[in-house]
């Protein structure tokens, strides 16, 4: 009897005891709930910028802000430049190249692009390849600057990038990813978000893909998504602390100087315009002598004055 009570009793003690444990370890929860709290939520957040940054969410936008009110012009000018916004993009002067390697477009804007550039960048001089636009394309051949691959350059004030979208002859990226004809917009669109900064990639497809252009038929946008044949034309896109402008299209059309030469006569002394140009020792003087050149590298700097 006097051992059944003893178990007993012990029982009860060692069920006090779990009580006591239970009330214990709640007491200690609801003492530091704001501290749990608080240290979950810190969890949570950092969880959810990790997903957000690896889905691309949050972008380099170091030289610019994204939350700026842009006017996109309806229909978008071909071949000149539109003032898209009026609002501050930070102390520095950014130049983006978007191109892809085989562009006729991209090969004509290219040098009045260096100059204007090299007059605030010098290092520029030393990041660039002499090219020739694709041979498939309606302006074949031309010469022109293909500036070095992922380019990011600067004098602390201005800053230079340019990013290639496609191959020289538009059917993979520049690393070898092939591309179906059909999805040369939308993977260019993705190669322009997984390397420039958020607005940029937004302004890319607000304007090429989504607004009229002034040389489409219909009131269809340049680049249509999933069209067949259609991909991302070069753009050259320059911001400041007053603003920003966005050229895509052919500043003039090079290629009537390098195939025709009593055109290229009234530029250059020498009716061999393609292996004048065609070497490094000219890429600087002999560019300044050419009128239609020299006149988008001074409109460009026109530009700059108006962000700066």
Not at 280 to 293: D, E, R
Request: proline share 6%; aromatic share 12%; net charge neutral.
């Amino acid at each position: 009897m006097s051992n059944r009570k003893y178990s007993k009793n012990k029982k009860v003690q060692s069920s006090e005891k779990r009580m006591e444990s239970k009330r214990g370890i709640n007491d200690f929860i609801m003492k530091r709930r704001k501290i749990f709290t608080a240290v979950g939520a810190v969890i949570i957040v950092a969880l959810l910028i990790f997903v957000a940054y690896d889905l691309g969410a949050f972008k380099n936008n170091s030289s610019s802000n994204s939350s700026v009110n842009v006017t996109i012009p309806n229909p978008v000018p071909w071949g000149t430049f539109a003032q898209i916004s009026t609002s501050n993009f930070s102390d520095n002067i950014h130049f983006y190249w978007i191109s892809w390697d085989g562009c006729p477009i991209g090969a004509a804007n290219s040098w009045g692009l260096y100059l204007a550039v090299q007059q605030h960048i010098p290092a520029i001089s030393n990041d660039f390849i002499l090219h020739k636009s694709f041979s498939g394309d309606s302006a074949p051949h031309e010469p022109g600057l293909l500036f070095t691959q992922n380019l990011s350059i600067s004098n602390g004030k201005y800053y230079f990038t340019a990013f290639y979208m496609y191959n020289q002859t538009h059917t993979g990226t520049v690393g070898g990813t092939p591309i179906a004809s059909n999805q040369l917009v939308s993977k260019g669109l993705q190669e322009v978000n997984a390397t420039e900064p958020s607005f940029i990639a937004s302004w890319i497809y607000q304007i090429q893909t989504q607004t009229p252009s002034q040389v489409t038929k219909g009131g269809s946008p340049i680049a249509p998504i999933g069209a067949i044949g259609h991909h991302l034309v070069t753009a050259l896109i320059i911001t400041g602390p007053k603003g920003a402008y966005y050229l895509n299209g052919p500043y003039f059309y090079l290629w009537d100087l390098t195939t025709n030469p009593s055109a290229a006569q009234s530029y250059i002394n020498s009716p061999q315009y393609e292996t004048y140009v065609y070497s490094p020792s000219y890429v600087y003087s002999n560019m300044k002598g050419i009128a239609p050149i020299s006149d988008f590298a001074a409109e460009i700097n026109t530009i700059v004055d108006d962000v700066s």
